[in-house]
């Protein structure tokens, strides 16, 4: 009997997840990491000079402002 409560327990959790993440609700650090500690600890793309010269020149190309 305790193993169908936790089962559950566990389908209802799963189910609020996948919910909330197709409706958008679930999102992403942006900014400020006050409210999301862990993503914003995870590690971003980092771009080598290089490589930032060759997306601004694509940007300038395709004609995207920043």
Do not use: F, N, W, Y
């Amino acid at each position: 009997m305790v193993d169908v409560v936790i089962l559950c327990v566990v389908a209802c959790v799963l189910a609020l997840i996948v919910r909330g993440m197709l409706r958008g609700t679930i999102k992403q650090c942006e900014g400020d990491c006050g409210s999301c500690g862990h993503v914003c600890s995870t590690p971003r793309l980092k771009l080598t000079p290089e490589q930032e010269a060759q997306l601004a020149e694509i940007d300038k190309r395709s004609g995207v402002d920043k």
